[in-house]
């Protein structure tokens, strides 16, 4: 699985990830309001910064977040 978010975080164009660009980032696994609501709950990605008007986290911490909620199903 490591070898699949290493590919998204090297294909993705910017050293950071908008909240508003979540669902792109994770080929629509994960909704805006989805990680809002895991943030106000503290369980979001660490490291998230208010750019403007927009939330965004970095593409690093966020990938090791995404590492650390994905389970591997089957065989």
Known sequence: MHAIF???AERWPSPIVARTEVENFTGGALSEKYLAN???AGKGPAGRFRLGRKIVYPVGAFITWLEGR???LGG
């Open 6 to 8: 290493q590919e998204m």
């Open 38 to 40: 895991l943030d106000c």
């Open 70 to 72: 994905a389970t591997k």
